[in-house]
Structures are given as structure tokens and as C-alpha cells.
């Protein structure tokens, strides 16, 4: 007599690799949930990507990636991991079919790596590497169930049936807790369920977060009376936005504004235990809380920000007016030694970038901000402090989420310099058009042509056009606000025919310099060379 069997699972590729996925899917949502009480960046995929970016990225990849996916490169980053870690927990899965302590290994790895980079996190707490141990926990718990769950039972005698007068013939046999498809998927299901709730919780938000947000929200923006501004600045003119459809506005948004920074989990910090250390060669170090610096005289200045990582005509570049205090009073409180000649500064997340304090020192609008476009600093954007200092490019100036400044030598260097950048940035004198563009074509007959221009701490003096290798033709520039934030342009007096067109800008600024024609790449110190546009009028 043949015993009935249910129909087993397949124990084969496909089943092992759905455990290991499943497991590790766990493992990351159970740590993602622990890190709403330790911080975002101490969950697994953030802190082993923090550490890829801060150690491992070679400068070829950095560069790629800006130029393939600009903004997005985080994200990109981010899937890219996610991707890694579900490749291996699949191998792992599938092995574990036929040796389970593959499994475990593959998950202990996994914690281990990820609570020893949580750990080594610049802004890392005691309980950093919690989330991956308690990732693990659940991961192993998962693991092992769905394991069992997927192994055939053996089959015993059923007395029962006898007592209940079984006729001959039948079989005497039945599965107890057999291996069959519903308990699995009751297993799975569990799991899987587990792993939702537990990530959806997670991504919420953090109790970091919410205290950060909480005390941005209560900040509020000191009154700024024209006394005590750093520039005329805070007055803008009324011409310096020109009407033209499709020109970006001359005051960037703050949801609009770019952002280039190395952080895949952005700082979470209270403004209420925030503090800005300043050191090195000065007379004296200083230690200054949130209420300290906000107490000092305010300053309003606009400002335009430029990534070196820019291409000619590309996006990374906005303007915006920022409110804080200059850094020039904040510096002769601690009183700088003569033979220091550089100002070194770190991020919250451990980031660092180089200004030449002859730069910093000689006269500009040098900041540390709290405010941007009239609101508390976005989060996002450096709350609670920020540098701002005009004229650099923002590696060698703009350090967000603000918490050391060093009065040092050139000897040390920030981080994008070992990394093949430049150590000094002055931003560039270039041009870019804006319109035509997708969204406001050019049309026949009079088309307007414009676009912004910049040459900070110099001024826009010119703009000029030229159209299909045509003579250059000058572009009307709109009013300025102060030398410190980019110019719009428009020209207004082409007559465009129907056909392909090619129109290319040049800018000169204030001290006669014209901009320059030579092509060259982001690296080392900024992109040079004429935005050039192809144009069809229909």
C-alpha cells in the first residue's frame, strides 16, 4: 500500500532564492524601523552607502555619476545597493537549501558589516549598530521558519483511523504538518507582512528628525533692518526679473534650489544642541550655541551658488537671499592668526572643504546662514548652519549642517582634493540660455532669446549672442542686484525663420574679462567653454 502524500514544494533554486530575499527583506525593515530611535543614517543601506561614498568611491565614479544622473545620483546609489544585497541574498538562499548554516553566515555578515559602518559614522550615537542587530534577530527568526517550512515532514500511523472502523484497502497513513503550499505561504506571508509594516513604519520619519523639524519650525528669522545689512542687496530691484516666459525666476525656490552633498541620509540636527566649535590658530577657541549666533546682528545678502560639477549651461547653479551673520564678526571674536591660511570646515556628517581666509577675509559677504528666501534654513539645505561665502564654488565653501571651522594652514585638505579637484575654486565667468527651451519654443518671426549670466564678486558687464555663426550680437541685461548673485539677459530682436538654428552665449564682466571659448571638462576647477543650443522653428 502506497501512502498519500500532499504535493511538496520544489526544493530547488527558485524556493531557496525567495527565502534568502524574504529573510534579508526583513532583516532590512526590522533595522529601518530601530533606526526611528537611533537616526536614519543608521540604517544598513544608508550606512554601508555612507561609507561606499566616503571611502571607496574612486573620482572617475564621482564624476559619472554627476554627469549620468546629476541630482539623482543618491538614488541611483542607493538602488544600486539595494540591487547588490538582493543578488547576494539570493545566492545565499539558494545554497542554504542544501546547507542552512550558509544562511545564517550570509545574515551575521551582513549585520556585522552594517552595524560596523553605522558605528563609524561621523554623527553615529551609542546605539548605532542596533538596528542591524535587531535586523539580524528577525532576519534569523524568518530564516529558519521558512526553512523548516520548506523541508518535507515524515509521515506517521494514524491509530484514529482504525477506531473509526477504516475499511480494508485504505490507507492506514497520513501527513501530520506536512509540507504543503499553505503553510508556507502562511509562513511567507508572515514574514512578508512583517517586513511592510516594519519598513513603512521606518520610513516615516525619525525621533531625530521630528526634534530637527520641531525646533526649525520654532526658529524663526531675526528682523533685519537696512543698517545692518551686508549689501544693498537686501533691496532688489524690481528689474532684475525680466518678463520672459520660460526664464527661471531670479530668486530660485527653495524646493528648486539644487543640492550636491555626499550625504545619503540628510542630518537630522536640533537647533536646541547644536553647537559650532572654532579652533586652530586663533587667540581664542570658541564654542557657540544656535541662540548665541542668532543673537548677534543679522545680515541679509543674495547670493548665487554654483557646483563645480557644473557642465556649461547645466542646472546646478541658483540664487537665493540668505539671512544669518557675517562671518567676519563671528571670526574676530575668536581673532585669527596672520599666518593662517585657510578656513577648515565640517559637516555634521563628517564632510569637510577648504576657503582661503584670504578669500573669506578680503571684504565680501561671507556668511554663516540660518535663513534662505525669507524661511528657516530647509533641512535639506543646512539647518540649522550653513557657510555661504560668494564667489567659490561650493565644495571649497558651501559646508551645510555646519558644526567645526579650523583656522589652519593650505596643508590640510577638504574632501573633494585627494579626490583630483582643485584646492582653490574661484567660480568662473559663464553663461547659459534658458529660452527657447521644450516648454516655450521659438516660433516665427520675433522670438526672444535669454538666459542668466554670472561672474560673482565681478559683476556682468555684457551679454552677447550669436546666431547660426553669426557676427555677436549684444543682449539687454536686466537690472542688477548686487555683483554677488547672476544677471538675466534677453535678446529681443531676432527674426526667426522656419528651420534648424544654432545660437550660442558669451558673458564680460565688470573688470573687461570676456568669457572664454575653450572647452573644458568639471575637473579640476569648473567647466568652461560657449552654451551652445539647437533650435527647429516650426
Not at 543614517?41 to 561609507?51: D, H, Y
Not at 545564517?104 to 548605532?128: E, H, K, N, Y
Request: charged residues 15%; contains cysteine.
Amino acid at each position: 500500500m502506497t501512502p498519500p502524500t500532499t504535493k511538496p514544494l520544489p526544493r530547488h533554486a527558485t524556493t531557496g532564492a525567495f527565502i534568502g530575499l524574504l529573510s534579508v527583506g526583513l532583516f532590512l525593515a526590522v533595522a529601518q524601523f530601530v533606526a526611528l530611535w537611533t537616526g536614519r543614517s543608521s540604517a544598513p543601506v544608508l550606512a554601508i552607502g555612507q561609507r561606499f561614498v566616503d571611502h571607496y568611491t574612486p573620482p572617475w565614479l564621482a564624476d559619472f555619476a554627476k554627469k549620468q544622473f546629476g541630482t539623482n545620483d543618491k538614488a541611483v546609489l542607493i538602488v544600486g545597493i539595494f540591487v547588490v544585497i538582493a543578488l547576494i541574498a539570493a545566492a545565499v538562499g539558494v545554497l542554504a537549501m542544501r546547507h542552512p548554516e550558509f544562511g545564517t553566515a550570509g545574515i551575521v555578515a551582513l549585520a556585522a558589516i552594517a552595524g560596523f559602518t553605522a558605528q563609524g559614522l561621523p554623527d553615529a550615537g551609542r546605539a548605532a549598530s542596533l538596528p542591524a542587530i535587531a535586523g539580524a534577530v528577525a532576519a534569523l527568526i524568518a530564516f529558519r521558519g521558512l526553512l523548516r517550512a520548506a523541508k518535507p515532514r515524515p509521515l506517521r500511523l494514524t491509530l484514529d483511523a482504525f477506531a473509526a472502523g477504516q475499511r480494508p484497502g485504505k490507507p492506514a497513513l497520513e501527513t501530520v504538518g506536512s509540507n504543503d503550499r499553505r503553510r508556507f505561504l502562511v509562513a511567507s506571508g508572515s514574514a512578508a507582512a512583517a517586513a511592510v509594516v516594519a519598513g513603512a513604519v521606518g520610513a516615516s520619519g525619525s525621533r531625530r528628525g521630528a526634534a530637527a523639524a520641531a525646533s526649525r519650525d520654532g526658529a524663526g528669522l531675526a528682523t533685519v533692518t537696512p543698517s545692518a545689512t551686508a549689501a544693498p542687496g537686501a533691496a532688489v530691484t524690481a528689474t532684475a526679473q525680466l518678463t520672459v516666459p520660460g526664464l527661471p525666476p531670479f530668486f530660485t525656490p527653495n524646493k528648486d534650489f539644487y543640492r550636491i552633498d555626499t550625504a545619503l541620509s540628510v542630518p537630522e540636527i536640533d537647533a536646541n544642541t547644536w553647537s559650532l566649535r572654532i579652533h586652530g590658530m586663533v587667540d581664542k577657541e570658541l564654542t557657540l550655541s544656535y541662540a548665541d549666533l542668532r543673537a548677534m546682528p543679522a545680515v541679509e545678502h543674495d547670493v548665487t551658488l554654483c557646483c563645480v560639477s557644473n557642465p556649461v549651461g547645466g542646472p546646478l547653479i541658483s540664487n537665493a537671499r540668505w539671512t544669518g551673520v557675517l562671518l567676519t564678526d563671528v571670526l574676530a571674536m575668536a581673532g585669527v592668526h596672520q599666518d593662517a591660511t585657510q578656513l577648515f570646515s565640517t559637516s555634521a556628517d563628517g564632510w569637510t572643504s577648504g576657503s582661503p581666509t584670504s578669500v573669506v577675509l578680503d571684504g565680501r559677504a561671507a556668511m554663516l546662514a540660518y535663513g534662505m528666501n525669507g524661511e528657516p534654513l530647509p533641512i535639506p539645505h543646512g539647518f540649522p548652519m550653513r557657510l555661504v561665502v560668494p564667489g567659490l564654488y561650493g565644495y571649497v565653501s558651501a559646508t551645510k549642517w555646519l558644526t567645526d571651522i579650523e583656522l589652519t594652514t593650505m596643508d590640510r585638505q577638504g574632501y573633494w582634493v585627494p579626490r583630483g579637484w582643485s584646492q582653490l575654486g574661484p567660480v568662473k565667468t559663464e553663461s547659459r540660455i534658458d529660452v527657447p527651451n521644450s516648454r516655450n519654443p521659438a516660433v516665427a518671426g520675433l522670438s526672444p532669446i535669454a538666459g542668466v549670466a554670472w561672474s560673482q564678486h565681478k559683476g556682468i558687464a555684457k551679454v552677447e549672442v550669436s546666431i547660426d555663426e553669426g557676427p555677436w550680437l549684444e543682449a539687454r541685461l536686466a537690472g542688477e542686484d548686487v555683483t554677488d548673485t547672476w544677471r538675466q539677459w534677453v535678446y529681443d530682436g531676432w527674426r526667426a525663420t522656419q528651420g534648424a538654428h544654432r545660437i550660442r552665449v558669451r558673458a564680460t564682466d565688470k573688470t573687461g574679462y570676456v568669457q572664454t571659448a575653450t572647452v573644458a571638462d568639471v575637473v579640476p576647477d569648473g567647466a568652461t567653454g560657449y552654451h551652445e543650443i539647437s533650435v527647429n522653428v516650426g
